[in-house]
């Protein structure tokens, strides 16, 4: 090969290119530290670098992420420890509160410093650090508990990146500390009257032996007999007829039982608690409850089932003093047990007591002799007002019969209530049956029972409330015993609200709005059942409702123009389902949700009922518009009959019920052709469905406005009227079947009940229950005492108990702060050990050998050089140099 001039050039220019090259990578690499510096250099070696870069970033993140997340851990352990130390000096001091031995004063101040310490802790659940509350959840800026002690944060968990894709809680959220639920906790409620033994309460009466007999307390025992619970009229234990005891309530699984309990005389009282036991299910082989008597004289029901919080419980009991021997006689009326109430003779037997308002439905107030004292007489049961104050001489009359008792008969007399008291009914009564003045009283021993003294031991007597026309009304509310579920909301000023919670069955949580009714009911299905709606409105207009409940549709009935009936339109409309679609709005029995149910409640409480009929008198309007075969209009009736539909509605219903009278007209048309029918039939549907919807919707919307109805964060429906501040508004709301004790009828939903105590329960409500303590300490309430102001306090004994449970609970809420420290902890010094290795295979990756490449970098100086050198020798070589 000829080695020319430019092959020469053009290799020496390359090699100096590629060694200078060479020299400057080796000498970059060298300088940096790196293999490369642009990612063309190397794709393999820079796509491992970015991994590797990409993973050192986020497992700093994730070491960053847990130190701050660690920090609010342990400022949240703290403060847990704070309040933990607390809670040791609430029970303290409510132990000291709990001797019998205490003065007013000492309870007082003992209430006051408990006041301090709950208000302490009240600051330790509002504790922010670098303003960032604690106990809100996510909701950082927002102060967890409010004045009144109600959780304002939210039940979401603050989570800390930890690792790729992985993250990990670091709070407590006020929802699970302040009001959460623990399994392992059982539900325990009680009736709250204490029972004594009757035998030693009256010996004189009731024993042989007890004519001088000192009358003692004693409270009654298991090992008592039923005689000793339900007394006595004699001396005599061989001619008594049995006790009939209605039983109803919730079972473990949710379902609700309404039942009767025959039972001897004779026969023990623990008998009686086993029965009970069995109607909640247990068999001999399985217990589902525990049921005993405490020392109070109080019947306790244990629900075997952790966690659960379903269980519930209503009892009283029922004898006929003149029945046959071993026979209930009138004492058993399990169709509807209102009618004991007109049954002479038949005395009940208390074990709830309540101060929530009841139903006035005595339909008489029958005068009869004293289960215990011979030649006294009294009204059947103590005749109280609808908030169930006791009634004294001076209490008028139409506080405490319904409004349309105008008059009472008895004997030859028919009393006037008018502006009438009590005290007047007595003289009345005393005059009408000869007796001396005095003789009717009223006894204070026996909660304002109208008593009347005959030592001929003849009288009796039936006093009968009546009204205008003579008929029979209403008389007295109902006893408090015997009436559990169909009570009043307890009212608050503008406020209404129930005691009993929703709880859903299949989970034991409380309900929503969301949660269909069917899912709390304790029946499979609520297809025919009703609910009876007794409510006085924001007007105060009083009024009775019925909500029937029904496969295909669910309907509400009221009496709006006082008939008696509910026939006329605008008195019975349709639940709607909120679907949109006009031709598929009727809600079905099942699939009913609360939030439908608030918003009827709103609607009706409020007066702004739907506008019914809205296919009836659009029709009407149709059919005087049109002139049998013939298509011209009658004008006059068309506009007469378009007004009547379109009155008293909204603008979108009218606009409605204008398309439904134009889509009819050609319908209904005898010229009309086949596809025009087609078309308009379609057309008025549509229109007819979207009208009684924008009504529907148009009435909701204006309700809302003024009466706004929720279920609070414990399942309990609340009413709050926004058009006042001491609201008109009253609200009872039963299920119709509530007086079925037949066994096949049983109220399947209660919204507000005079039921048992609960005692024990799986969720707590932290704060509520504090005040609870306080107020029984205040009141020196050492146990639930149904004589007490507030007889469900369930009293300082019970508050240790429920206590305990807050304690443990804490206890549990640092215990899992402590865990999720440990795992922060640990997650932190895993990040830093990961991020070493990481940077270390990092280096191995892209890092450059040092000495190997000053190696490298000699030699390539060394070659580059020599090929300098060669290439200036050849390039001064002449021709002379071949020759």
């Known amino acids: 090969m000829r080695i020319t001039n430019a092959l020469l ?58 130190s701050k997340a660690k920090t609010f851990a342990d400022n949240t ?35 006051n410093d408990l006041q301090g310490i709950k208000d302490h802790l009240v600051n330790l659940a509002n504790t922010s650090i670098n303003g960032q509350f604690l106990f809100s959840g996510t909701a950082l800026s927002q102060k967890p508990i409010a004045s009144d002690g109600t959780y304002k944060g939210n039940s979401d968990n603050l989570t800390a990146l930890i690792g790729s894709g992985v993250e990990l809680p670091y709070n407590i959220t006020g929802q699970s500390l302040f009001l959460g639920k623990d399994t392992d906790y059982n ?15 009256n010996p004189a009466v009731m024993t042989t032996d007890g004519q001088n007999a000192a009358s003692t307390k004693v409270y ?17 234990a061989t001619d008594d007829p049995k006790a009939v005891f209605y039983l109803s309530g919730k079972k473990s699984d949710g379902k609700t039982f309404s039942n009767t309990i025959e039972i001897n005389t004779s026969s023990k009282v623990s008998d009686l608690l086993q029965s009970i036991g069995n109607a909640y299910g247990n068999t001999a082989t399985n217990k589902v409850v525990d049921v005993s008597m405490n020392a109070r004289g109080q019947i306790e029901v244990k629900d075997l089932k952790s966690g659960s919080q379903l269980l519930d419980m209503n009892i009283f009991g029922a004898i006929d003093r003149n029945a046959l021997p071993g026979e209930t006689g009138n004492a058993k009326q399990i169709l509807n047990v209102d009618n004991l109430l007109t049954k002479p003779n038949v005395d009940i037997i208390a074990f709830s007591k309540s101060n929530y308002e009841t139903t006035a439905s005595s339909p008489d107030l029958t005068m009869r002799s004293s289960a215990v004292t011979l030649g006294t007489y009294a009204i059947d049961f103590p005749m109280q007002n609808v908030t169930n104050s006791n009634m004294t001489s001076t209490t008028l009359l139409s506080g405490i019969l319904p409004s349309d008792v105008d008059h009472i008969d008895f004997g030859a007399t028919s009393f006037s209530t008018t502006g009438k008291t009590v005290q007047d009914l007595m003289t009345a009564i005393e005059t009408e049956y000869g007796l001396g003045a005095g003789d009717v009283t009223l006894s204070t021993a026996t909660s304002g029972r109208m008593l009347i003294n005959d030592p001929t031991n003849t009288f009796s007597a039936s006093l009968q409330p009546k009204n205008a026309v003579n008929a029979l009304a209403h008389g007295d509310p109902i006893p408090d015993a015997m009436n559990s579920a169909r009570r009043g909301f307890e009212k608050d000023g503008n406020t209404l609200s129930s005691n009993i919670s929703q709880v859903v069955k299949s989970t034991s949580d409380y309900a929503t709005a969301s949660t269909k009714l069917v899912d709390v009911a304790g029946v499979d299905s609520l297809n025919g059942k009703q609910m009876v709606l007794n409510y ?33 339109v605008n008195e ?56 049998a075969g013939t298509p011209p209009i009658n004008a006059v009736n068309l506009a007469t009959e378009t007004a009547t539909a379109k009155a ?26 086949p596809a025009e029918v087609a078309k308009a039939t379609t057309d008025y549907n549509n229109a007819i469905g979207n009208a009684n919807l924008a009504e529907y919707n148009y009435a909701l919307s204006t309700a809302k406005n003024s009466v706004e109805v929720n279920l609070d964060y414990q399942g309990k429906m609340t009413i709050k009227d926004k058009s006042a501040s001491e609201s008109k508004i009253n609200f009872t709301m039963y299920d119709k079947s509530a007086t079925d004790f037949t066994g096949i009828g049983s109220s ?58 807050i304690a443990d609970h804490v206890t549990k809420a640092q215990t899992k702060i402590g865990a999720l420290t440990n795992a922060l902890s640990d997650a932190n010094t895993r990040s830093t050990m990961l991020s070493v290795n990481v940077k270390a295979v990092q280096t191995d990756v892209i890092g450059v050998d040092t000495a190997a490449a000053y190696l490298e970098f000699q030699s390539i100086t060394t070659a580059y050089q020599a090929m300098l050198s060669t290439i200036s020798k050849v390039n001064s070589m002449s021709l002379l140099d071949y020759m």
């Open 187 to 201: 539900r325990t409620v009680s009736t709250n009257i204490s029972m004594y033994n009757q035998s030693k309460l």
């Open 748 to 805: 399947a939903l209660t919204f507000m009940a005079n039921n048992a105590v609960t005692i024990s329960n799986p969720s707590i409500d932290m704060f509520k229950q504090l005040d609870e303590m306080i107020t029984a300490v205040r009141s020196g309430t050492f146990r639930m005492d149904s004589t007490s102001d507030d007889p469900r306090n369930i009293g300082i004994q019970n508050s240790l108990t429920q206590l305990d449970h």
């Open 536 to 568: 006085t409105d924001k007007n105060g207009i009083n009024r009775t409702g019925t909500l029937n409940l029904d496969i295909a549709d669910t309907t509400f009935s009221v009496d709006l123009d006082g008939d008696g009936t509910t026939t006329d």
């Open 9 to 66: 050039y053009n290799t020496s220019l390359r090699n100096y290119r590629t060694s200078s090259e060479k020299l400057y990578t080796i000498n970059e690499q060298i300088a940096s530290k790196l293999k490369i510096q642009n990612s063309y250099e190397n794709t393999s070696v820079y796509i491992d670098a970015m991994r590797l870069n990409n993973e050192i970033d986020t497992l700093q993140q994730s070491s960053d992420s847990s």
């Open 572 to 627: 019975t409309f349709s639940i709607y389902n909120g679907s949109g679609d006009p031709l598929n709005l009727k809600t079905t029995a099942d699939t009913m949700t609360y939030q439908q149910l608030n918003d009827l409640i709103s609607m009706a409480t409020s007066g702004n009922l739907p506008k019914q009929g809205v296919s009836t008198v659009a029709q009407t309007a149709i059919n005087n518009a049109i002139i």
């Open 220 to 236: 009654l025992k298991d090992t008592d007999t039923i005689r000793d619970l339900v007394g006595d009229t004699n001396s005599a």
């Open 648 to 673: 008293g509605v909204s603008t979108e219903t009218a606009s409605y019920i204008q398309k439904a009278i134009d889509a009819g007209i050609i319908r209904d048309n005898p010229t009309s052709t």
């Open 77 to 111: 352990d703290s403060t847990l420890t704070s309040f933990s130390s607390s809670l040791d000096q609430f029970k303290a001091k409510l132990v000291q509160a709990s001797s019998t031995s205490n003065s007013s004063t000492s309870l007082q101040a003992l209430a």
